[in-house]
């Protein structure tokens, strides 16, 4: 049973340019959440979603950040005009319920950084 | 509020020393569950342990263990006899409601041969 898989694992952008991150949750897996990870620093929270459902955006920064998980296909995280303050790793994790006990398998992450 | 305190950011020790990670955390809720991660050098997040709040029997796996008091709040890890592959940054977390886990901001254990 394959793990979380994220992609790309190395992303590079200049600033303004748009990122893309995608996310293939665990085979059973409709919960998929994303972490974010900005230097010397731990994982914080940005979104939880369900299948085309988003349950909890409250990490989310209010502007320039997206994040979709549709009926078909990954978890897609996307952040447009991208600036230097970006630059971090970006960690997918998913669930196979509704969460109770913290039941989260975390993918390799995504590491973005802007030039 | 839910918080997690790693008060420790670095520490160096020599191989074959124990070294323990302190762990504090903060919650209002009776249930909840605690982990520890390490992040190796190439960054992925491997799970070490997962803890529920009812159950503070301390748990041994290896040259790991665990000790989880209630009374503190704290969940601390120690690591037996180590080694330098255990050089990583650890991170203690957090989930018990919203579906989030909430990090501590690690610390970084260096292991001197």
């Known amino acids: 049973n394959a793990g979380v898989m994220q992609n790309p694992r190395h992303l590079v952008r200049r600033r303004g340019q748009e990122a893309r991150l995608r996310c293939s949750p665990m085979?059973?897996?409709?919960?998929v959440y994303w972490y974010r990870q900005l230097p010397e620093e731990g994982l914080k929270f940005m979104v939880y979603?369900?299948?085309?459902?988003?349950?909890?955006e409250s990490g989310m920064p209010k502007e320039r950040f997206s994040a979709e998980f549709p009926k078909e296909g990954p978890s897609i995280l996307r952040i447009q005009q991208v600036v230097r303050g970006d630059s971090a790793a970006y960690f997918c994790?998913?669930?196979?319920?509704?969460?109770?006990?913290?039941?989260?398998?975390f993918g390799p992450g995504t590491r973005l950084t802007v030039t | 509020a839910q918080k997690v305190t790693q008060a420790q950011t670095e520490i160096s020790v020599v191989e074959k020393e124990d070294v323990t990670l302190d762990c504090v955390y903060e919650?209002?809720?009776?249930?909840?569950?605690l982990f520890w991660y390490k992040q190796p050098p190439s960054g992925e997040l491997v799970f070490l342990i997962r803890r529920n709040s009812f159950d503070e029997q301390n748990e041994i796996s290896g040259r790991y263990s665990w000790n989880f008091q209630k009374s503190t709040s704290s969940f601390n890890f120690t690591i037996t006899a180590s080694q330098v592959v255990d050089s990583a940054v650890y991170f203690c977390a957090q989930y018990s409601s919203a579906s989030k886990i909430i990090f501590g901001s690690g610390t970084r254990l260096s292991i001197r041969p």
């Open positions: 919650t209002r809720d009776t249930t909840y569950y």
């Open positions: 979603l369900q299948k085309e459902n988003i349950i909890d």
């Open positions: 085979k059973g897996h409709s919960h």
């Open positions: 994790a998913s669930s196979p319920r509704t969460e109770g006990i913290g039941e989260q398998y």
